[in-house]
């Protein structure tokens, strides 16, 4: 007699799409100047762009030189009243766009997935959530600054350009303009040309709190915007966050001006696992720090570095968990890994991609349905890495993560100090003493230790090297906004 085999049953997600229907997208959207959306001097207006569907957002204007020096005027003429009101009083501002963020979470996350493309699940667990606590936690500050800076008096700087790029374009507004308001600065901020909405989205918000015309200005546009504003007389200080090659295009547009500056750039960050540590949790953390919101993350753990005698166990449990990821729908609360933000942005992962396996490291991509609309890169992983390969060495800002090897702690420190930038690092093992040891020779802005890519407003945040300067969140964020007098 045969025994029946059972019939095998496969396991898989429903799709769990998160509905887009209750999201206020206007068809057209001005520029946020003086407190009200305004039509571009110009007239120009440019779609933004849904990268998982190729399809049009919204249409959005873009500003120029014209529209530059209104704003700056409107923000001057704003700032002295702003700065006047008891810190108290800011605060009350600021708690309420906070509290209106989170109101209006469900909106922004839908809104930030279809404009740049990354999983709901992110938009709304991280970004959102962190862009309200960013403001809570400043407008905690506002009625306490000097014990912010060492009981030393201080005076806001004035107004203040702010440029943001497009990996977390609602989160990086609130980490600009949260401190900067907070210290009575006026700010206009500049998000990038790929993912203005929900920078939009905020300008509606502020309306809606009621804080005073021309306190906040958003202008939308792409980098000749951004670089005009940067030139523009009447800016008190800089803060940018985005690629290198632009921070050293602006730090030489400002030097010899009393323009303060603050760059937070690339990375190339550490992720370094000793023996000791548990692995499966650090498979956990590298899968996190590597493709969390698609790799695109300035301090993304994209340099992996295993100890030789656990090497083969780590890659074998990091594959195994890559092949469950689940690439697609952003939209779909089930996703992992979501859409690249651009064509460009794809463009340029090709193309690092493409060398590396050119110089002979060995590339496995995991197989998987990629949607035909849509800029998309299935999660990648490199071994056989060497120091001097470009995978190695440049940021890919994309799922792409290169694996290298080390025998002892010095050799992981140097290993992980061996590169032109310093935002971040990971340690990963059992031993408090070793993670102490280790972190304090990392020349790295932020060190987690067994975890990663882990925000929080009261941290401090920022670069060594060529990942820039000046930080950002908890009491250090205050500093570069305000002037000390005595
Ligand atoms: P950019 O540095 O060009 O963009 C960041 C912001 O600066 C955007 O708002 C951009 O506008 C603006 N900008 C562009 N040129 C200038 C300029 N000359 N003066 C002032 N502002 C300018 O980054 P990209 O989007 O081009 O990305 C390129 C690479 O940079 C990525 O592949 C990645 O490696 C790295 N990057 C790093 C980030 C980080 O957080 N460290 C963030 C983003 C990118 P616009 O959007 O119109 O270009």
Redesign the pocket.
């Known amino acids: 007699m045969t025994i029946e085999t059972r019939t095998s049953i496969v396991w898989d997600y429903a799709p769990a799409p998160e509905s887009a229907d209750h999201i206020r997208v206007k068809d057209r959207y001005g520029l946020f100047l003086d407190g009200e959306f305004r039509e571009p001097a110009e007239g120009r207006y440019v779609p933004t762009i849904n990268p998982a569907t190729e399809q049009p957002v919204a249409e959005v204007a873009w500003a120029g030189p014209g529209d530059i020096a209104t704003a700056i005027e409107r923000a001057r003429d704003a700032q002295p009243g702003w700065a006047a009101l008891p810190g108290l009083e800011r605060a009350k501002y600021l708690f309420r766009i906070a509290r209106l963020i989170q109101e209006r979470s469900r909106e922004l996350a839908v809104a930030e997935t279809i404009d740049g493309g990354k999983p709901l699940r992110e938009s709304r667990d991280v970004d959102i959530p962190l862009a309200a606590a960013h403001f809570f936690h400043y407008a905690g500050w506002a009625d306490k600054l000097r014990y912010g800076v060492g009981a030393r008096e201080v005076t806001p700087l004035g107004v203040v350009g702010q440029?943001?790029?497009?990996?977390f374009p609602l989160l990086m507004a609130a980490w600009k303009l949260a401190p900067a308001l907070a210290c009575g600065n006026t700010a206009i901020l500049?998000?990038?040309?790929?993912t203005p909405l929900t920078a939009l989205l905020l300008a509606e918000i502020c309306q809606e709190a009621e804080l005073p015309p021309g306190v906040v200005t958003i202008l939308p546009?792409?980098?000749?915007?951004?670089?005009a504003?940067?030139r523009a007389p009447g800016i008190d200080k800089i803060a940018?966050?985005?690629?290198?090659?632009?921070?050293r295009?602006?730090q030489a547009a400002l030097a010899g001006q009393q323009v303060g500056l603050t760059l937070?750039?690339?990375?190339k960050s550490a992720n370094i696992v000793f023996e000791d540590a548990a692995l499966d949790q650090a498979v956990e953390g590298i899968v996190n720090g590597i493709f969390f919101n698609q790799g695109?993350?300035?301090c993304a753990g994209s340099r992996l570095l295993i100890q030789e005698s656990v090497r083969d166990e780590v890659v074998g449990k990091l594959w195994a968990r890559m092949r469950r990821l689940r690439i697609g729908d952003p939209l779909d609360k089930n996703t992992d890994v979501g859409a690249i933000n651009s064509a460009?942005?794809l463009e340029?992962i090709e193309l690092l991609v493409a060398a590396g396996e050119e110089e002979g490291a060995v590339r496995r991509t995991i197989e998987c349905e990629l949607p035909e609309r849509g800029y998309w890169f299935a999660p990648t992983l490199f071994t056989e890495v060497s120091p001097a390969h470009r995978i190695a060495v440049e940021?890919?800002?994309g799922p792409v993560v290169s694996v290298l090897t080390f025998r002892t702690q010095a050799e992981a420190i140097e290993k992980a100090n061996n590169s032109r930038y310093g935002?971040a690092a990971g340690i990963w093992t059992d031993k408090g003493s070793k993670a102490f040891e280790v972190a304090s020779a990392l020349q790295a802005g932020v060190v987690w230790q067994n975890t990663y890519n882990h925000f929080d407003p009261t941290a401090a945040f920022g670069g060594y090297k060529e990942s820039g300067f000046g930080r950002e969140g908890g009491p250090a964020g205050l500093r570069p906004y305000l002037r000390v007098v005595r």
């Not at 937070?264 to 990375?267: D, I, K, P, R, V």
Request: net charge negative; glycine share 16%; hydrophobic share 35%.
């Open positions: 440029i943001v790029p497009w990996n500049k998000p990038a040309e790929t546009g792409d980098g000749s915007t951004g670089a504003l940067v940018f966050t985005g690629s290198t090659a632009v921070g295009d602006i937070e750039l690339g990375g695109h993350v300035c460009e942005q340029r940021e890919i800002f935002l």
